[in-house]
């Protein structure tokens, strides 16, 4: 038991290290060896827990966004409204992890749990988007859902690129728009 203690102890130093390097420094400063000597972890240690950076890297993400998540017990009960605002917020509030969030999207490389995590975490959202639109009438068969969701999505990420790009863009006019769009 007490070595399963020090397991959770060490993953959430090595967490806390993860998320105090992406807000001071973004994706650069987070670094293996910057996360270790911040946690006060071996190297070791971080690999029985994660296999790889970026993993640590989507967890703290991934933490950031079930914080804003409109229906977290995943009830169904959100509006297309809600799960907006919920990506909203998320970049705009969480902006150092949004940026990091989208940086690691892009350039994930040549791990395929990072690329399937992403895809999975796209899905689930296409979903949970389609549904909503479903409940509240705005298409009338779920192909026409997960299509509107789709192309909803993608404008809200690729609005969400311009924002980390030029911080003077209005991108909760813009992700309001959008939304006003899959209506039609």
Same mark, same amino acid.
């Given at each position: 038991m007490a070595r399963y203690q020090v397991g959770i102890r060490t993953e959430s130093k090595i967490l806390e290290a993860t998320r105090q390097l992406l807000a001071e420094g973004g994706l650069d400063a987070a670094t293996l060896k910057a996360i270790c000597e911040r946690a006060g972890v071996q190297a070791g240690s971080f690999y029985n827990i994660f296999p790889s950076?970026?993993?640590a890297i989507m967890q703290v993400a991934g933490e950031a966004i079930q914080a804003v998540?409109?229906?977290p017990d995943l009830s169904g009960t959100e509006s297309l409204n809600d799960l907006v605002d919920a990506y909203i917020r998320f970049v705009v509030e969480q902006s150092d992890l949004a940026r990091v969030y989208l940086q690691v999207a892009v350039t994930v490389g040549? /791990? /395929?749990?990072v690329t399937r995590r992403f895809l999975r975490h796209h899905v689930?959202?296409?979903e949970r988007f389609a549904q909503a639109m479903l409940r509240e009438s705005l298409v009338s068969t779920e192909g026409e859902a997960i299509t509107k969701a789709e192309v909803l999505l993608? *404008?809200?990420d690729?609005? *969400?690129f311009r924002w980390v790009l030029d911080r003077s863009f209005d991108f909760r006019k813009h992700a309001r728009y959008a939304v006003s769009q899959c209506g039609r």
């Open positions: 950076k970026e993993q998540d409109p229906d040549n /791990d /395929d749990s689930r959202r296409v993608g *404008a809200l690729g609005l *969400a």
